[in-house]
């Protein structure tokens, strides 16, 4: 079974930073460590996608509201992986649950292929 914990949210005020970790643990992680993202859900709205990172993060993919001012990253060890989202020039309507994902095959924007998902951790953006 495979594990993703989240861990990094908190208050910050607008212009601010703040960065995400993602642990990934769990057997035969290697297979399916290929693509990993990161989705986000504001109050009374879909879960949208934020940004995705494959491999070794060669690729890369993000939503626009966030280029320029959000990076994926990840570490990748012998049994677990970590993927980090540096959140820079933080906004108030990035206010949200943000939610690790891993399992696709592609750096994809699609959370229906994303198999395993964290528990969200809460980001909350202040004016």
């Known amino acids: 079974q495979v594990q993703l914990v989240e861990s990094g949210g908190g208050l910050v005020q607008a212009g601010g930073s703040l960065r995400l970790s993602c642990a990934a643990s769990?057997?035969?992680?290697?297979?399916?460590?290929?693509?990993m993202g990161w989705f986000r859900q504001a109050p009374g709205k879909e879960r949208e996608f934020v940004a995705a990172?494959?491999?070794?993060?060669?690729?890369?993919?993000?939503a626009d509201s966030v280029k320029g001012r959000f990076t994926i990253s990840r570490d990748n060890a012998k049994n677990t992986v970590t993927v980090y989202l540096q959140m820079n020039s933080l906004k108030p309507e990035d206010t949200a649950v943000y939610y690790c994902?891993?399992?696709?095959?592609?750096?994809?924007?699609?959370?229906?292929?994303?198999?395993?998902w964290g528990q969200g951790t809460q980001v909350t953006v202040s004016s």
């Open positions: 990172i494959i491999g070794t993060g060669v690729l890369t993919n993000y």
């Open positions: 769990g057997r035969a992680w290697s297979t399916i460590a290929i693509g």
């Open positions: 994902a891993a399992g696709s095959g592609l750096a994809t924007s699609d959370m229906n292929r994303y198999t395993y």
